[in-house]
């Protein structure tokens, strides 16, 4: 999914008025800073994110853009093997398409986290808009699962000014990003994303994808096999895999 970020960034160099406003040289300033605070998973600017478990030994893994019934299921039982517990960040249309899917991700134990309705980049709609999308998802999660999600996870991690008022308006979910991900959103071998998640360390809160924001059944099967191949290395290395339910992070977010 986060392949979309330089352009995200590239259409906000393009706006016509900025430069005849500030002058070229500031423009471009401007425009850094604001695509630094949109995307820049460290960022704090449009409001506190949460990037880490707050525990050394913990690494908590999340999975986006799901849920996803061709990689889903086996990711569940998986976990369930490991007797582990992750965070999936849904989609309210796909929790639509899939609400028994939705509903046996929260049954099997783990956390849930608002991904927006329809997965738009936030920073580029109204206020208006970015209630309408948590609203949506928010409601699609609770008919599905039983509860309101806990957290939220900006779509491309692409934030903007307005974005921590309607978080707030719509429950106050702490913001999650990462400071760690496998660049797994689009099919490829499990080799180079089991290479990636070399990286990981405890305390990392890990970006993943179940999911494909632009299909209903996205190939996620490196996903899914990078996540067997490193479980029972995490648990040999002293590491245990929490959710952040399980971990009970609160705000300050860090
Ligand atoms: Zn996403």
Redesign the pocket.
């Known amino acids: 999914?986060l392949a979309q970020w330089p352009g995200a960034c590239e259409n906000f160099f393009v706006m016509p008025n900025l430069p005849a406003l500030l002058g070229a040289g500031a423009a471009c300033a401007a425009a850094g800073v604001f695509c630094w605070g949109a995307v820049a998973p460290s960022s704090q600017l449009f409001g506190p994110t949460l990037r880490h478990t707050g525990d050394s030994t913990a690494i908590a893994l999340t999975f986006?853009?799901g849920p996803n019934p061709a990689v889903t299921p086996a990711l569940l039982d998986l976990l369930d093997e490991h007797r582990t517990r992750a965070t999936f960040?849904l989609?309210g249309r796909h929790v639509r398409a899939f609400p028994e899917l939705a509903g046996e991700i929260a049954a099997r134990g783990h956390a849930i986290g608002n991904?927006t309705e329809t997965?738009p980049p936030l920073a580029l709609l109204s206020p208006r808009r970015i209630d309408a999308e948590l609203l949506r998802c928010n409601e699609a999660i609770e008919a599905a699962a039983g509860f309101r999600p806990r957290w939220m996870r900006p779509?491309?991690g692409f934030r903007g000014p307005q974005l921590p008022g309607a978080v707030r308006r719509q429950g106050g979910a702490p913001v999650v990003m990462w400071s760690a991900w496998a660049r797994d959103w689009k099919p490829q071998p499990a080799a180079p994303v089991i290479q990636r998640l070399r990286h990981a360390r405890g305390g990392d809160i890990v970006l993943l994808?179940d999911g494909d924001?632009r299909t209903l059944r996205g190939d996620r099967r490196h996903t899914l096999e990078a996540v067997r191949y490193w479980l029972p290395r995490w648990r040999d290395a002293g590491m245990r895999i929490a959710s952040l339910d399980e971990l009970h992070l609160r705000s300050p977010l860090v």
Do not use: A, N, Q, T
């Open positions: 999914m986006d853009d960040f989609i991904h997965h779509p491309f994808h924001h």
